[in-house]
């Protein structure tokens, strides 16, 4: 294992005077030396096992994989899936969906084949030698290859979807003895006049290669029905042929992996047939989270307001521990989920713990990174395309930059471990703040803390890019939107009064802010918090004889509480007393 810190990444405090609120957390001096990284190391990937890692045996080809080293930050097993059909099933348009949707690496013998081949490789020269003289590839070569293949980083990584494979007994029987066991064998199972209808019908356009069928698939004009061949595999005869050797070998094949068997009904509708595979694997993913005490993408969460289980103790330790780190990951994602979900489009997420804060000397940019991260897997375990958005550099000579809490965040996020299933570069991508940022396949957007900087606004990109987004939806995670002093006019482009109302358009789906006297940073005298749809919860933080303390609650409000409501719930006065900030409670004033 080859340890690596993010350490030197933590920001500094930009600014030596925080400013005065009590919502805000002031910086934690005598508490920033001690403050550490985030877990993230370095270890080599692990593979299915060790023979598979490090070599394979056939006659006198002997296959080497040297060990890859990769960020890795947590643990979890990837799918493992067989699925079979006979010519025609719709095989080929199901194991798309599934490597769509899933995001596991697609491995079929045909294509195997003619990569080694392609390659020259020891192995590819070999198989060569008997399709020229006219001979089928042994099993002990093709299994060769496939196992060669399986042992990859990305299979190993992502998961692995073996189309076809194995074809005989002996074949399927090698893959045992190699402990290489898929977690589910899915059949499509046709009927075989269905079958034979698909294929007898079916015609290859010689000049494009694309494959037609008279009855399901017509050709667009008569000059390419003209030109339509039929395929030497695809008369009746042939196609007989060809389901009565799949059957023989599939039936070899059965008691192999009859436990895990499921057949499917492949007379249906592509989208019904899909339906039921998906559901299939998603409660295998569910099963196998289950067993490492998990979900599936490494995220534990609840699911009501009800099962919330108050805010944690000792929040002013810092470094925050890694159980305080989840509960507010947790506490984040199900308030941005909800909201989601009940049709949200434009989100804010405010969060201002110690660690998040970054006019703090405790401000951790590993922490805002793991959250980001929390955020962006859970959705993608949905079935999502998220698109993780950093600002770039911003202004031009001397106001040229990116803020100080963004620098590194984008080397950080392609550096992190994002779960065994692979979903950094399928279901999760690394962008840009802007129009152009926005493809037809991403279903959402996670905008990471998008800021103003003196003489530069982000709030036109912002825009160009909610307006190209449409109706799906952007989440804001800490942004910092007010205004700020304009250079050459570069702040002016949309007016003062736009900007603040573009900025406040965007709903808060998730608040959490501590409570301290103004100017101080100890004790923590409460909390505000709000989790959609929910409405806003103000704390008191009490200290119990025992050492301990506990929050309790003080108030509940619909919308955000203004100051005055605070200054009340502090003082034990009903909502409608008169207002009064005096005293201690003055420090409330001026806030939100």
């Not at 020269?125 to 290859?145: H, R, W, Y």
């Not at 042939?238 to 039936?251: F, G, P, S």
């Not at 009940?342 to 000397?361: A, S």
Request: glycine share 8%; aromatic share 8%; hydrophobic share 35%.
């Amino acid at each position: 294992m080859v340890p690596t810190s993010f350490c030197s990444l933590q920001s500094s405090n930009v600014s030596s005077t925080p400013s005065i609120s009590p919502l805000s957390i002031s910086s934690l001096a005598s508490s920033s030396s001690s403050s550490s990284c985030s877990s993230l190391y370095l270890r080599p990937s692990s593979l299915f096992s060790t023979r598979l890692r490090s070599s394979y045996v056939f006659g006198d080809l002997h296959l080497k994989r040297s060990p890859e080293f990769k960020v890795k930050c947590a643990a979890g097993e990837p799918l493992k899936v067989m699925i079979s059909g006979a010519p025609a099933s719709g095989k080929g348009t199901q194991c798309e969906l599934i490597v769509q949707k899933f995001g596991l690496v697609h491995i079929s013998t045909g294509d195997i084949l003619r990569a080694e081949i392609s390659a020259g490789t020891e192995i590819g020269n070999k198989a060569k030698e008997f399709m020229n003289s006219g001979q089928l590839v042994p099993d002990e070569i093709v299994t060769a290859m496939v196992t060669t293949r399986l042992s990859g980083e990305d299979a190993t990584e992502k998961g692995w979807l073996l189309d076809g494979f194995p074809r005989t007994l002996l074949q399927a029987e090698s893959l045992q003895k190699l402990q290489i066991k898929p977690d589910i064998y899915l059949i499509l199972d046709v009927p075989d006049e269905i079958l034979i209808d698909r294929c007898v019908g079916r015609r290859l356009d010689p000049e494009t290669g694309k494959i037609y069928h008279l009855k399901y698939f017509p050709p667009e004009t008569e000059e390419i029905k003209g030109r339509l061949v039929t395929r030497p595999d695809d008369t009746e005869e042939k196609v007989k042929q060809r389901l009565e050797i799949y059957k023989r070998n599939a039936e070899a094949i059965a008691p192999v992996y009859l436990s895990i068997t499921k057949k499917i009904d492949g007379s249906r509708p592509k989208e019904e047939i899909f339906e039921e595979i998906s559901s299939l694997l998603s409660q295998i993913q569910k099963e196998k989270a289950k067993k490492l005490g998990k979900s599936t993408l490494g995220l534990k969460s609840t699911s009501t307001q009800d099962s919330w289980r108050g805010i944690p103790t000792r929040l002013n330790n810092i470094p925050h521990s890694r159980e305080i780190r989840k509960y507010f990951y947790d506490d984040v994602l199900e308030g941005t989920k909800r909201a989601v979900k009940d049709g949200r489009t434009r989100l804010k997420v405010e969060i201002n713990i110690p660690e998040l804060n970054p006019e703090m000397d405790v401000y951790r940019i590993g922490t805002l990174m793991e959250l980001i991260r929390t955020i962006a897997l859970s959705f993608a375990d949905d079935g999502k395309r998220v698109k993780v958005c950093i600002q770039g550099s911003m202004g031009e000579g001397a106001l040229s930059g990116m803020p100080l809490q963004l620098a590194g965040t984008r080397k950080i996020l392609e550096y992190m471990d994002w779960g065994e299933y692979g979903a950094l570069g399928t279901f999760v991508k690394i962008g840009s703040i802007g129009a152009k940022e926005v493809d037809e396949q991403d279903d959402m957007f996670i905008l990471v803390a998008p800021q103003n900087a003196v003489g530069n606004c982000i709030i036109d990109d912002m825009k160009a890019m909610t307006d190209a987004a449409g109706d799906r939806p952007v989440i804001l995670v800490n942004p910092r939107l007010k205004d700020l002093p304009g250079s050459s006019g570069i702040m002016q482009t949309m007016g003062r009064d736009k900007r603040l109302e573009y900025a406040a358009s965007f709903q808060i789906c998730y608040f959490f802010r501590l409570l301290y006297y103004a100017g101080t940073q100890y004790p923590i005298m409460g909390a505000l918090r709000m989790s959609h749809p929910y409405g806003y919860e103000l704390y008191r933080r009490v200290d119990e004889p025992s050492g301990k303390e506990r929050y309790v609650l003080l108030s509940k409000y619909p919308t955000r509480p203004s100051t005055d409501d605070i200054n009340d719930a502090f003082q034990g006065k009903e909502r409608n007393a008169e207002k009064k900030s005096s005293g201690i409670w003055g420090f409330l004033s001026g806030i939100f």
